[in-house]
């Protein structure tokens, strides 16, 4: 049951059964939806005068979706951008497309919020140079944080410092509910060691706000910190961002960042592609949140995640799109099905949980979305079931279109 204050007040049950279509408190969301096992009609538990049953017909009932990880701003680019065989490649067709083209059109940004809204989104991971997706996600259905993207690798001392204060000072605006603001760094090999360490000096210190780094994602990136040499020296070199100053650290980014403070319970750290066994157990060991976006990173040249490894290293995991410059869609069920092919080992039921209780809390959001719980905000979707499907959970994870789901109810944000 939903409350007037849009908030679940009361679970239901499967009829003729007893199970709940509820998450219980040990969040597991989808402990009802087992080999076997349809859900043919939502009852309302009878807490109250005026409970009405209502027959959804054999639907699973899921919490709204968590995107952790997109560039809305980049929506104007779909189809525009050739896949690669190198990231660098990738990201300096991006620059050259920027600068020919005007990629950050609001039209597209909508739309692509709409998209995600259609294929069951309710919480995003937005990352913006521009911070031009702030409107459009003020006035739309979705919730999440927009994170301002910092790059700078030529960036030092007192610039640095003052870099960064500029950017959380555009940080203090007043916001609707539902939507936070914070700092995310490029990447390392496109931030500088002082921009990194004032991000973590002068963030605020809020347990549920998380800040965001593209981390490991290449051999490309592996090489420039251990020689300083490759396709990213070269492509700074182009831009005319290279400072002469800078030397290689001689190891793996993971330990670059380990070194300065950066990693921690409140960072996402994205992609991952190149991370070792080693280093997945070491961001484990330090509740970093490892997102993951498998269908971007081919486009992009990156290679496919190893996404068994990062389940198996026991850390949090999270799902992303990526930006319509590198990924088809904005449909995070057909992320899953990738990931779904690249970890059969995997249970489907860990995968919805990445996509849903686990990208909520990675956004500080799990107090109120990412399963279905007494108190929790009432972000509902169902998911239309064949007759004939008796793994429901594996059927979750095989890709949907959005003319399967749809919201039983959504959050009005204010």
């Not at 979706?65 to 104007?76: F, K, M, R, V």
Request: hydrophobic fraction near 40%.
């Amino acid at each position: 049951m939903v409350g007037r204050d849009g908030r679940i007040c009361g679970v239901g049950q499967l009829e003729e059964r007893t199970t709940s279509v509820a998450a219980e408190t040990q969040h597991t969301p989808f402990d009802s939806i087992r080999n076997s096992e349809r859900v043919p009609r939502w009852v309302g538990e009878r807490v109250g005068r005026g409970v009405t049953q209502v027959d959804l017909g054999h639907v699973a009932v899921l919490p709204g979706l968590t995107n952790a990880h997109t560039h809305l701003e980049l929506s104007g680019l779909r189809g525009r951008i050739p896949p690669c065989d190198k990231m660098p490649n990738w990201a300096e067709n991006i620059v050259k497309e920027k600068q020919l083209n005007e990629p950050f059109c609001l039209e597209e940004i909508e739309r692509a919020i709409g998209e995600a809204w259609e294929c069951g989104t309710a919480l995003v991971g937005d990352i913006s140079n521009t911070m031009s997706s702030l409107g459009p996600l003020s006035s739309g259905p979705l919730g999440g944080v927009i994170f301002k993207e910092l790059i700078g690798f030529d960036v030092f001392g007192t610039s640095a410092e003052a870099f960064v204060r500029e950017a959380i000072d555009e940080l203090e605006q007043p916001l609707r509910a539902g939507l936070k603001l914070s700092l995310s760094a490029h990447a390392p090999y496109s931030v500088s060691l002082d921009v990194l360490s004032e991000i973590c000096a002068q963030i605020p210190d809020d347990p549920r706000l998380p800040y965001g780094i593209h981390l490991a994602e290449s051999v490309d990136e592996v090489e420039f910190f251990q020689s300083g040499t490759g396709a990213w020296r070269e492509l700074l070199e182009r831009l005319g961002r290279w400072p002469k100053s800078w030397s290689p650290p001689g190891h793996r980014p993971v330990r670059y960042l380990e070194n300065i403070g950066f990693l921690g319970p409140r960072l996402l750290a994205v992609h991952g592609v190149v991370l070792e066994d080693d280093e997945l157990e070491h961001l484990a060991r330090r509740d970093v949140v490892l997102v993951t976006c498998p269908r971007s990173n081919v486009w992009t040249g990156a290679g496919e995640p190893p996404i068994s490894r990062f389940y198996a290293s026991g850390g949090k995991i999270a799902v992303g799109t990526d930006s319509l410059a590198s990924s088809p869609d904005m449909n995070l069920f057909n992320e899953l099905e990738v990931l779904q092919r690249l970890a059969p080992d995997v249970s489907a039921s860990r995968l919805l949980r990445s996509a849903t209780l686990d990208g909520a809390q990675a956004l500080g959001f799990d107090s109120d979305f990412g399963s279905i719980e007494l108190g929790k905000l009432a972000s509902l979707i169902a998911v239309d079931i064949p007759d004939n499907v008796d793994d429901v959970e594996k059927y979750l994870v095989n890709g949907l279109e959005p003319d399967r789901i749809r919201w039983l109810e959504s959050v009005a944000w204010q």
